[in-house]
């Protein structure tokens, strides 16, 4: 094995925390002596120990001398949980090789720099590109101090999200539908309009097995949401604007939680407002599952960071069938929502389609 191989191992290790150390990073560290994997660990859940001192924790032999694999530079500073850095020096690892560099603020090259100080040779950015990919949540929350939003929908190739009479299970195969869940379980919040609530009565949980739950948010300005629907309980945000406290505790008294707004220029919930109420509560990740009107006040609040489509090789036809993004739209061409990085992968029958939003 090589260092490419400890790398890859780091990474895989990584992946085991996604979903459950939000807002934190996916984070993961093997440590190898003599061309022996003596330790691994990763970050299983934020506000517990980090990658590195669970690696360290887990050694088989005394470490001194060893060679650390992590995938993102180790941390200096006192936070939830003691600096990584001060456990690498005592522990005696000889050599530390990173993946990512660490944005945090409280980190950011210090990390490394303490390391070398130290007398432990650092290689920065091994398998960078790899490493980053774990972690675009975390780069984006940690920057910005808001949610990284990603707008999901299916639609059919002539790019319809129901049919004429508002049936819509299903437009995407199968294996879609399980690699959504999995996407669920990796944000931590995920959002749908009334108009979803009414005609879907969704439960928007995660598929059993696949992880966590995520927070449910209701966006719904006149707070019409039914008090029946399979949403309203506890892990349930309603965003309105209506402020009635009668009205609200309804809602509230089944578990469910109503936060009042401001309204919008068009009268709807203010969806900037939103986002950094949910940034304020450590919301790192947000997905919008529609329908089509909240996808427009979305993309035009410019909230929307990233597009994942679902296209399934099928045509509904019809004029009166809607499609993902509805709202007036744009005049002209010219005036269009533009995307780049985009990837294209296929799932069975289906296309992903995964585009960032250029900022307007
Ligand atoms: C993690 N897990 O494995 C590594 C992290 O509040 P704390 O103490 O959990 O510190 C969180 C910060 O520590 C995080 O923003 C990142 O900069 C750094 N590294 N964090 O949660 C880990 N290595
Ligand atoms: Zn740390």
Redesign the pocket.
Same mark, same amino acid.
């Given at each position: 094995m090589n260092d490419k191989d400890y790398m890859t191992l780091a990474i895989d290790l990584a992946r085991r925390g996604g979903g459950y150390v939000n807002p934190n990073p996916q984070v993961g560290a093997v440590i190898v002596r003599d061309g022996v994997i003596i330790g691994q660990g990763y970050h299983e859940k934020c506000g517990e120990l980090?990658?590195?001192?669970n690696a360290l924790a887990s050694c088989t032999t005394d470490p001194r001398g060893a060679t650390m694999y992590v995938t993102l530079e180790? /941390?200096c500073h006192y936070g939830k949980?003691p600096? /990584?850095t001060a456990a690498i020096i005592e522990k005696g690892i000889a050599r530390v090789v990173i993946g990512s560099r660490d944005p945090n603020p409280k980190v950011s090259g210090k990390g490394a720099e303490q390391l070398r100080a130290a007398g432990i040779e650092v290689v920065r950015d091994f398998m960078q590109g790899e490493c980053d990919e774990l972690n675009a949540i975390f780069f984006h929350y940690i920057t910005k101090g808001r949610p990284l939003v990603t707008m999901k929908y299916a639609m059919t190739m002539d790019g319809k999200i129901a049919t004429h009479t508002g049936a819509s299970k299903w437009i995407s195969c199968e294996a879609s539908r399980i690699h959504t869940h999995e996407a669920r379980a990796r944000n931590m919040a995920i959002m749908v309009g009334l108009g979803t609530v009414v005609n879907d009565d969704p439960s928007l949980t995660a598929r059993a097995g696949i992880g966590p739950d995520p927070l449910r948010i209701v966006c719904d300005s006149n707070l019409y949401t039914p008090l029946s629907a399979k949403i309203v309980g506890p892990g349930t945000i309603i965003a309105t604007c209506e402020s009635d406290v009668d009205k609200c505790r309804k809602f509230t008294e089944k578990g469910a939680e109503v936060l009042t707004l401001g309204r919008n220029k068009n009268g709807q919930v203010d969806l900037c407002e939103l986002i950094a109420a949910l940034g304020e509560r450590k919301i790192d990740s947000l997905i919008i599952e529609g329908g089509s009107t909240l996808n427009w006040s979305a993309l035009e609040a410019g909230i929307v960071d990233k597009l994942q489509v679902y296209v399934a090789t099928k045509v509904f036809g019809g004029a009166e069938a809607k499609s993902p993004v509805g709202g007036p739209g744009v005049e002209l061409p010219d005036y269009a929502f533009k995307l780049q990085n985009t990837r294209i992968t296929n799932i069975e029958s289906d296309i992903l389609i995964e585009s960032q939003v250029i900022p307007c």
């Open positions: 980090h990658a590195e001192r180790p /941390c949980t600096p /990584c």
